[in-house]
């Protein structure tokens, strides 16, 4: 029996309902973006960034366009650094929208942007980069097991180098205290919220605050497979069909289809669409 928890979230029932909801490979574009902004920058002396930057004090004297031109000012002025940080948070950023779906990876990615926002505008600052970090912090919560090169030689688990992400994060954090630049030091604070915010569920089951219990509704996997396999023999047809596409394991045999346990009954979905339909009820 598959267990998971019997109530979705506010979140999750906004992104079934608005599975247009967004930019399909937003990450793409907003790497891009920073990519060409950095390039600029080289032939510019920083002038652009220095436009383009969120400075409150700025935006209330009408530089509005800071509100919004900020998300894709680079993080390094150093074309190496700049590429391969970009490269980076592409690569997170559609490993993630992959896993959520397009509606909730850019429903994710606008509320960290409008929670850096509000608190830029209170402190007078706020960066990016730590919205763009989040978006590997999620990843690292998922698939804490799953290994990468770490500076493309060291094999190492990505919840290691989550962790270690976080301890440099609150190092500078201490630091910039300690300094007294506040708006230094509560910048990472608006990320770290939004974070929390949609991995909460996840939390909450890790630490106990929510009891899991089977559903009445989830579905018994090996009693589908075993009918599914039953009507293919009887039929001499396919043993698995896409409830979006109609695509069949006859149509593709290399092809992945899985049961969903959100919708009611047993629907099958292909690769394409497990994670980007809307829920049958």
Same mark, same amino acid.
């Given at each position: 029996? #598959?267990?998971?928890?019997?109530?979705?979230?506010?979140?999750?029932?906004?992104?079934?309902?608005?599975?247009?909801?967004?930019?399909?490979? %937003?990450?793409?574009?907003?790497?891009?973006?920073?990519?060409?902004?950095?390039?600029?920058?080289?032939?510019?002396?920083?002038? %652009?960034?220095?436009?383009?930057?969120?400075?409150?004090? $700025? #935006?209330?004297?009408?530089?509005? !366009?800071? %509100?919004?031109?900020?998300?894709v000012v680079p993080?390094?002025?150093?074309?190496?650094?700049?590429?391969?940080?970009?490269?980076?948070?592409?690569?997170?950023?559609?490993?993630?929208?992959? +896993?959520?779906?397009?509606? @909730?990876?850019?429903?994710?990615?606008?509320?960290?942007?409008?929670?850096?926002?509000?608190?830029?505008?209170?402190?007078?600052?706020?960066?990016?980069?730590?919205?763009?970090?989040?978006?590997?912090?999620?990843?690292?919560?998922?698939?804490? +097991?799953?290994?990468?090169?770490?500076?493309?030689?060291?094999? #190492?688990? =990505? @919840?290691?180098?989550?962790?270690?992400?976080?301890?440099?994060?609150?190092?500078?954090?201490?630091?910039?205290?300690?300094?007294?630049? !506040?708006?230094?030091?509560?910048?990472?604070?608006?990320?770290?919220?939004?974070?929390?915010?949609?991995? !909460?569920?996840?939390?909450? =089951?890790?630490?106990?605050?929510?009891?899991?219990?089977?559903?009445?509704?989830?579905?018994?996997?090996?009693?589908?497979?075993?009918?599914?396999?039953?009507?293919?023999?009887?039929?001499?047809?396919?043993? $698995?069909?896409?409830?979006?596409?109609? %695509?069949?394991?006859?149509?593709?045999?290399?092809?992945?289809?899985?049961?969903?346990?959100?919708?009611?009954?047993?629907?099958?979905?292909?690769?394409? $669409? #497990?994670?980007? $339909?809307?829920?049958i009820h």
């Open positions: 029996m #598959i267990y998971r928890n019997d109530h979705y979230g506010p979140i999750d029932r906004f992104c079934a309902k608005h599975p247009r909801f967004g930019i399909p490979n %937003l990450m793409m574009y907003l790497a891009i973006a920073q990519v060409a902004v950095g390039l600029v920058d080289l032939i510019m002396d920083g002038w %652009l960034t220095a436009l383009m930057m969120f400075s409150a004090p $700025h #935006i209330f004297a009408g530089q509005v !366009w800071r %509100l919004v031109t900020f998300v993080s390094s002025s150093n074309p190496f650094y700049l590429v391969l940080g970009c490269y980076v948070y592409y690569w997170t950023g559609q490993m993630l929208e992959r +896993e959520w779906g397009t509606a @909730k990876f850019n429903l994710f990615y606008l509320c960290g942007v409008v929670l850096s926002i509000l608190l830029g505008l209170a402190v007078g600052y706020a960066n990016i980069y730590y919205i763009n970090l989040s978006i590997f912090l999620v990843i690292a919560t998922l698939y804490g +097991e799953m290994q990468v090169l770490f500076m493309m030689v060291v094999p #190492i688990k =990505m @919840k290691w180098l989550a962790i270690l992400d976080v301890v440099l994060i609150l190092v500078d954090v201490v630091r910039f205290a300690q300094m007294g630049a !506040w708006f230094f030091a509560l910048a990472p604070l608006a990320s770290f919220l939004n974070y929390f915010i949609f991995t !909460w569920s996840f939390w909450s =089951m890790k630490l106990g605050f929510v009891r899991r219990r089977a559903d009445p509704q989830v579905i018994n996997f090996k009693k589908a497979q075993k009918q599914a396999q039953k009507k293919a023999r009887e039929t001499g047809g396919y043993l $698995h069909k896409c409830a979006v596409c109609g %695509l069949t394991d006859e149509d593709d045999p290399a092809m992945e289809f899985r049961y969903c346990p959100k919708c009611d009954g047993y629907y099958c979905y292909c690769a394409n $669409h #497990i994670n980007n $339909h809307i829920h």
